[in-house]
């Protein structure tokens, strides 16, 4: 039978023989199934931080000298906390299931790239019949 490429694209490669990702191949005969997880941030982080913003802008209200810049310090902090959680995204994980059990075989912040090879492994196990 000849091989049927269904995806190619950023050193990705999904045929109805195969799948590449990282200098990794994996045989799709091997693969029972395949569905998308998520590693989602704690954003603790940024949580703490924000706090420690706010309480420092509200110990400016306390103090009678120097008390606009504890003010500005605190809001900055707080710019900073905002901006630190904004920046952290979700890692969208392709999970490969075989006979010796589950593997994440590609990590991803794109979700539409991580579910265009879902739908291309998903196509290549359909074919395979």
Same mark, same amino acid.
């Given at each position: ?11 990705v490669?999904v ?7 990282n !200098?990794?191949? /994996?045989?799709?005969?091997a693969?029972?199934?395949? +569905?998308? #997880? ?14 420690? !913003? ?30 630190? !959680? ?5 890692? /969208? ?5 075989t ?7 590609? +990590? ?13 492994l998903n196509?290549s196990?359909?074919?395979? #019949?």
């Open positions: 039978m000849e091989e049927r490429v269904f995806f190619n694209e950023g050193g490669s045929s109805n023989a195969r799948f590449i990702v !200098g990794q191949t /994996y045989a799709m005969n693969v029972t199934s395949v +569905k998308q #997880g998520a590693n989602h941030p704690s954003h603790a982080g940024p949580f703490i931080f924000g706090l420690l !913003g706010l309480l420092v802008f509200a110990m400016g209200f306390q103090v009678q000298a120097g008390a606009v810049g504890a003010m500005v310090f605190g809001l900055t902090l707080l710019a900073v906390a905002v901006f630190w !959680g904004y920046q952290e995204k979700p890692e /969208y994980v392709v999970v490969l299931s006979s010796s059990g589950e593997s994440q075989a590609l +990590k991803s912040n794109d979700r539409l790239y991580v579910e265009s090879v879902i739908s291309a196509q196990i359909v074919h395979r #019949g």
